[in-house]
């Protein structure tokens, strides 16, 4: 655990887990901080925020409760943030172990695939899948990880190119340890702490990707999200702006949460060239 005591000595990387931290708890207390069903209709309609004890953040055009639409939005965002992430990461270490250390043809073949997927946009990749394939959250994380898996196989894959040519790595060889060991127990644990750095910036995306989907009527329509907060503010802007400001600043918070826990990630592991690439 000498990488998080690293981690708390950084400021960005304290301040970062301080909101991440605060963001899990709210998400995971939303049940017993406003229990019951955040999208139904609480109370009287377009209550401004700290005018009633009962809706602390007013409520929406429709009477439902702003805060628990923001609870359980952070419980929305966080988890697709951090599945997408962690399906684009395993996909992504797989292809580039796989290319790294096969080379030749298959290294070839499998870079021309990533060269593919870097080709689209990553959102308009997820906002094609989902169109096609149909709106729910377990296909939006399915379309966000593949828009988001070909960055850590290229940089694993560099990892191991670079690392492949150690002395310990041909010693290895000499005595006989078998390929698959050798990827396994000597390359994967020295390629992996720049991609896990990289990791923090892929939950940001897949965070905003998720709100831009939600926002424009292809997330989950049954669950609360912050992107659809933010775009059933749109019809009231002008009378109850609080509405999309309120999800838009939970969602630059969480952004920015994420961002500094990644620079402080980054120089606990000892990494100097993830931001820079």
């Not at 609870?71 to 966080?78: D, M, P, V």
């Not at 689209?120 to 394939?133: R, Y």
């Not at 729910?136 to 290229?154: E, F, H, K, M, N």
Request: net charge neutral; hydrophobic share 55%.
């Amino acid at each position: 655990m000498s990488w998080l005591r690293r981690l708390l000595r950084t400021p960005e990387g304290a301040a970062g887990l301080a909101i991440l931290l605060v963001l899990l708890l709210a998400g995971l207390l939303a049940p017993v901080i406003s229990p019951g069903d955040p999208l139904k209709i609480a109370g009287r309609a377009l209550l401004a925020p700290f005018t009633d004890p009962g809706f602390p953040l007013g409520t929406d055009r429709l009477g439902r409760d702003v805060l628990a639409g923001l609870l359980y939005g952070a419980r929305t965002s966080l988890a697709v943030g951090l599945v997408a992430a962690f399906a684009a990461m395993v996909l992504g270490l797989c292809v580039g172990m796989a290319a790294g250390f096969a080379g030749g043809l298959v290294d070839e073949a499998l870079m021309r695939v990533v060269d593919a997927f870097q080709i689209v946009p990553g959102f308009l990749l997820a906002l094609a899948f989902v169109s096609t394939i149909g709106v729910s959250t377990p296909v939006v994380v399915v379309a966000i990880a593949l828009g988001t898996w070909a960055d850590p196989a290229r940089l694993t894959r560099a990892q191991v190119l670079a690392i492949r040519e150690q002395d310990y790595i041909a010693s290895a060889r000499v005595i006989g340890m078998h390929p698959a060991e050798i990827a396994f127990r000597e390359i994967l644990p020295n390629a992996l702490p720049p991609v896990l750095a990289l990791s923090a910036t892929i939950v940001a995306g897949a965070i905003l990707t998720e709100a831009a989907l939600s926002f424009l009527g292809l997330g989950n329509p049954n669950i609360a999200t912050w992107g659809s907060m933010i775009a059933e503010g749109r019809s009231v802007l002008r009378s109850a702006s609080h509405l999309s400001i309120i999800p838009g600043a939970a969602l630059a918070v969480t952004v920015l949460g994420v961002h500094l826990f990644s620079e402080g990630l980054g120089k606990a592991l000892g990494d100097d060239g993830v931001r820079a690439a």
